[in-house]
């Protein structure tokens, strides 16, 4: 009955959760904390690879706006100069030929900008780009006209047209700057480096756009040959301003980029601004008494046209630099990503190889030694005990076992020893019995004759001794004759023994 139910304990205890089982849910759980947290990870690469794809495609559309802006801004400014030229128009043929060459590219950058923006943001930016659109549609009409304005004698020429034409083209590069002003936002929250280069780009356009004004005032000025207009001079002081403040605002937001190629452009451009400005000042006041100017028209336009391409120049420099960082930005998140799910991977297989080494070295060898400690406990003594030669706590283990297995061994061999013992004692006692019995038999008062030696039977017969004794035990007679009856009966026989 005890032994039952310690077979029964036994099988629930194996019945139960096992060691290994534990351990390969700790492990589990140590894989998916480690997997939870490289997820979080992840995500977050994940997340930086959408926005830096967005501020990728912002900046290359950016870059395109701040080309588009640049052009229609040298096409204003000469389409301004020629209208307001008095000489023969054919004078004017190679400034003709520029302002075909920057509507064209303007036109292409602006178009590419677009098609950028409204394939992959055009839930952002749709005002704007519609705004955009609009007032190129009318610009359209205008160029037709300009065009037309240009390739007349100056007598034949409409004097309000230029003002309709300037203030057209400067209402199209303030649409853009807007829509610029919408995706310096939108690119503020996808990346800190990326939003940083497009403020740069922003302040050098509106340099661009305060800059290249106040040069062409003061180019057609100069064509005229009259004093300067009190709402010009007021306009070119206003312009003067900007461009001031404009130039405190880049050498802040330069700074930080010290030792870069950004750095070395910007002090480049300032140096070329301040030679410019110099000659300006010069020009700007001659045009104010309506003295003669120190420097001719073409030279002016000349360092003029020199100057905004320094800008333009370090306009490209600050594109070609943030293009490299975001190309830069990109390759080193993609290279995260790949690097965080090689750790995951390695991590994965770590865990498994641990399982693996613990399993074999520690989880089954105790198992096994556990499987023959219960195999023990169901009475099975004939069993090979492993691991004993290991000197660590499963050796200890084992060997406290193969200890069991001995005391089992010799408690099975003193039980089979008492087992022989008691039964040679039954037999014994059996064979005692019997005799006990045999000797019961002939026990008690028998009828014996005094003469004759006869005994009286239980049917009151009287028989001889020896057929009594014969019948009443298992005891056979040999005769044979005593000396004193020899003596008695055969005297002389007994004499001659004598």
Do not use: W
Not at 70 to 79: A, D, H, I, P, V
Not at 261 to 270: G, K, N, T
């Amino acid at each position: 009955m005890a032994h039952s139910q310690q077979e029964t304990g036994l099988s629930k205890k194996s019945s139960g959760i096992h060691l290994q089982q534990v351990f390969a849910l700790l492990l589990l759980s140590m894989i998916i904390l480690h997997g939870l947290s490289a997820y979080v990870i992840l995500a977050s690469k994940l997340k930086n690879v959408t926005m830096m794809a967005k501020a990728s495609v912002l900046n290359e559309a950016g870059d395109d706006l701040f080309q588009a802006v640049k052009n229609y801004g040298f096409e204003r400014g000469r389409t301004n100069l020629v209208l307001h030229h008095e000489g023969d128009p054919a004078e004017m043929s190679g400034h003709r030929i520029f302002i075909l060459e920057k509507r064209e590219q303007g036109d292409k950058a602006l178009f590419d900008a677009l098609t950028l923006l409204e394939s992959d943001n055009a839930d952002d930016f749709g005002k704007p780009i519609r705004n955009i659109r609009e007032r190129m549609d009318k610009i359209s009409v205008l160029r037709e006209d300009a065009t037309r304005e240009m390739d007349s004698p100056s007598v034949q020429r409409d004097m309000d047209f230029p003002p309709v034409l300037f203030s057209a083209v400067t209402g199209l590069i303030g649409s853009i700057e807007e829509l610029l002003v919408v995706m310096s936002n939108s690119i503020r929250y996808t990346d800190s480096g990326v939003s940083h280069y497009f403020s740069i780009k922003h302040k050098v356009l509106s340099l661009r756009n305060t800059a290249g004004p106040e040069m062409s005032i003061l180019l057609s000025n100069m064509l005229s040959g009259t004093r300067l207009k009190p709402e010009l001079s007021e306009k070119i002081l206003e312009l003067q301003v900007v461009t001031n403040h404009t130039f405190k605002e880049l050498e802040y937001l330069v700074t930080p980029l010290e030792g870069t190629e950004v750095h070395s452009a910007f002090s480049e451009m300032r140096s070329q601004y301040r030679v410019y400005e110099t000659i300006r000042d010069d020009i700007y006041e001659s045009g104010m008494k309506g003295l003669s100017y120190s420097m001719s028209y073409n030279s002016f336009l000349d360092l003029g046209v020199n100057t905004l391409n320094t800008i333009a120049d370090f306009m490209d420099t600050v594109a070609f630099q943030a293009e490299g960082y975001v190309d830069a930005s990109q390759i080193k998140i993609r290279q995260d990503i790949i690097k965080q799910m090689l750790l995951l991977l390695g991590a994965f297989i770590l865990f498994l190889i641990i399982f693996l080494y613990i399993s074999r070295k520690f989880i089954l060898p105790v198992q096994t030694v556990t499987a023959r400690l219960l195999d023990l406990g169901k009475g099975e003594s004939s069993l090979t005990v492993p691991y004993i030669d290991r000197s660590d706590e499963i050796g200890e283990l084992a060997k406290a076992v193969e200890l069991f297995n001995n005391t089992v061994k010799e408690r099975d061999k003193s039980i089979r020893q008492l087992e022989t013992v008691s039964a040679e004692r039954a037999d014994l006692i059996e064979n005692l019995q019997n005799a006990l019995e045999e000797v019961k038999t002939l026990k008690g008062i028998i009828p014996i004759c005094s003469y004759c030696k006869s005994i009286r039977n239980d049917q009151g017969y009287y028989e001889q001794l020896e057929s009594y004794i014969s019948s009443h035990s298992d005891m056979d007679f040999s005769h044979t004759i005593c000396p004193d009856c020899l003596e008695k009966y055969y005297p002389d026989l007994g004499k001659d023994q004598k």
